[in-house]
């Protein structure tokens, strides 16, 4: 198991940018699939996008495609999310989630199947 922190959260405006970064002190996370999520205030948590863990293959939700992009470092062990065209709807707590897989494993979406969970960071955007 390891342990993720996310930060890079705060308060911007619409149209503003912002990255995320999701980082573990454990070089096992190189072998993990890592995905973000977020969950806005009475909203169930929603998939916002996934990385695998070679980074060659990304999935995005479509409320995002085209303005986010998830990336990986793996010499520092840390995972990005940036955000670029942000929206008030964007407004969440946004989680970063790993698990452990195969190389050749498919991308999954379902907060189900990670079973590595930070604490959150919260983005806000204004109108």
């Known amino acids: 198991q390891v342990q993720l922190v996310e930060s890079g959260g705060g308060l911007v405006q619409a149209g503003d940018s912002l990255t995320l970064s999701c980082a573990s002190s454990?070089?096992?996370?190189?072998?993990?699939?890592v995905a973000w999520f977020r969950q806005a205030p009475g909203q169930e948590r929603e998939f916002v996008a996934t990385i695998s863990r070679n980074g060659g293959s990304t999935l995005y939700a479509d409320s995002v495609k085209g303005r986010f992009t998830i990336s990986r470092d793996k010499a520092k062990n840390t995972a990005y999310l940036q955000m670029n065209s942000l929206k008030p709807e964007d407004t969440a707590v946004y989680y970063c989630?790993?698990?452990?897989?195969?190389?050749?494993?498919?991308?999954?979406?379902?907060?189900?199947?990670?079973?590595?969970w930070g604490p959150g960071t919260q983005v806000t955007v204004s109108s």
């Open positions: 989630a790993s698990k452990r897989t195969i190389l050749t494993a498919p991308l999954n979406a379902r907060a189900e199947s990670f079973d590595n």
């Open positions: 454990r070089r096992a996370f190189s072998e993990h699939a």
